[in-house]
C-alpha cells in the first residue's frame, strides 16, 4: 500500500456504518462512558468539517468535529480521531487532524477542542487548557483537556460546563476574527 493510494474525503452519511466499526475497534465498549461521548449525544457532528481517509474504497480513519459550547465561548471539539491499525504511523492521523483545523479556521470557527494526548497533539497545535476553566461532562485526565487557538481570545472565553453548543443556554461573546 502506498500513500498515493489514500483519498481523503469530507464525511458523508454513505461513511457512518464504517466509521461506527473503526471507532468500536479502536475504543472498544469504554467509548460510550468517555466525556467526548456524552457532549456529543448533545446533538450532531458537523460533518462539513468531519473527513475520512478512503483506500480502495473502504473507509480506513476518521476525524469528526462536533460543534460545542462552555459559557460565552464556543468551539469545535475534535474526535473521535482513529486509524485503522493497518494503516497507522503513515502520517494519516495526522493528515485529518489539519485538514479538521483546517476547514475549521475557513469556517471561521474561533477555537478547536479535545480530550487526547498532548504528545500526540502537541506538534499539531494543542496546548493544555488551564486547569479549572472548563469542566466536562464526566472525569477527565486534565493533561489532556487541550485546545488550538484560531482567534484570538477564543481559548480564554470557554468558562465552565462544556455541552454541545446545541444545548448552550449563554449565547456567544463576539471576537474579533484576526
Ligand atoms: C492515535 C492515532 C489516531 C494516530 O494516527 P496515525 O495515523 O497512526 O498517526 P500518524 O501517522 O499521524 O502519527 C504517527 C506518530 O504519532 C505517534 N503517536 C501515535 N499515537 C500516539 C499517542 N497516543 N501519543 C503520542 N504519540 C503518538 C507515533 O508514535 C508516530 O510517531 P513518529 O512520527 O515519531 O514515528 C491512531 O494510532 C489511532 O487510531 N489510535 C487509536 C485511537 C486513538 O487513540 N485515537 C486518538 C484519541 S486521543
Avoid at 1 to 20: C, G, N, R
Avoid at 114 to 136: C, K, S, T
Amino acid at each position: 500500500m502506498k500513500l498515493a493510494d489514500v483519498t481523503y474525503l469530507p464525511e458523508t452519511p454513505a461513511h457512518d456504518l464504517e466509521i461506527d466499526d473503526i471507532n468500536a475497534e479502536a475504543f472498544g465498549p469504554g467509548r460510550f462512558a468517555r466525556a467526548a461521548y456524552k457532549i456529543r449525544e448533545g446533538g450532531p457532528h458537523d460533518r462539513a468539517l468531519s473527513f475520512v481517509a478512503m483506500q480502495g474504497g473502504q473507509v480506513i480513519a476518521s476525524v469528526r468535529m462536533t460543534p460545542i459550547a462552555a459559557g460565552a465561548g464556543r468551539a469545535q471539539m475534535l474526535g473521535p480521531l482513529a486509524v485503522r491499525p493497518d494503516f497507522k504511523n503513515m502520517g494519516i492521523g495526522r493528515k485529518l487532524v489539519a485538514m479538521a483545523l483546517a476547514a475549521a479556521a475557513t469556517a471561521g470557527e474561533p477555537a478547536v477542542v479535545l480530550v487526547g494526548d498532548e504528545p500526540y497533539y502537541g506538534p499539531l497545535g494543542f496546548v493544555r487548557i488551564p486547569r479549572g476553566q472548563i469542566e466536562m461532562p464526566r472525569p477527565v485526565d486534565l493533561n489532556r483537556l487541550l485546545a488550538h487557538e484560531i482567534v484570538p481570545g477564543a481559548v480564554a472565553q470557554l468558562a465552565g460546563e462544556v455541552c454541545h453548543a446545541d444545548l448552550a443556554t449563554t449565547p456567544q461573546l463576539a471576537l474579533e476574527s484576526a
